[in-house]
C-alpha cells in the first residue's frame, strides 16, 4: 500500500514525528517505474470462466479441478442465502 499511495511523504512525515524513524525508508526510483507498468487488478484462476479454460487447455495448461474453489464458494453462497436468508450475500468470482 505505501509503494501505491500517493502522499509518501507525509506517511514517512508522520512517521518520522512518532519516533520510528527506523520505518522511514528511500524507495528507489526504478520502484516506482516498475510499479507503473505492472496490472491493477490481477486475476486468479477462481474467477476465470469455461472459455478462459479452455483457451489454457488449448494452451497445454492442464486445469486441477481440485483446486477450483468455484464449487466450494457457489455451495457457501447458497448455503447463507438458504439458511441465513437476512444476510446479504454478494456473489463475486461465482459463476
Do not use: W
Given at each position: ?22 520505518y ?48 466450494v ?23
Open positions: 500500500m505505501f509503494l501505491a499511495y500517493e502522499n509518501r511523504d507525509a506517511v514517512l512525515d508522520y512517521v518520522d514525528s512518532i519516533g520510528k524513524n527506523f522511514h525508508v528511500d524507495i528507489p526510483k526504478e520502484y516506482d517505474e516498475y510499479l507503473t507498468h505492472l496490472p491493477k487488478v490481477i486475476y486468479t484462476i477462481s474467477e476465470f470462466n469455461k472459455p478462459e479454460f479452455l483457451l489454457l487447455e488449448l494452451e497445454g495448461v492442464q486445469v486441477n479441478n481440485d483446486y477450483e474453489l468455484t464449487r464458494h457457489a455451495y457457501v453462497v447458497e448455503y447463507i442465502k438458504k439458511n441465513h436468508p437476512k444476510h446479504a450475500v454478494n456473489k463475486i468470482f461465482i459463476y
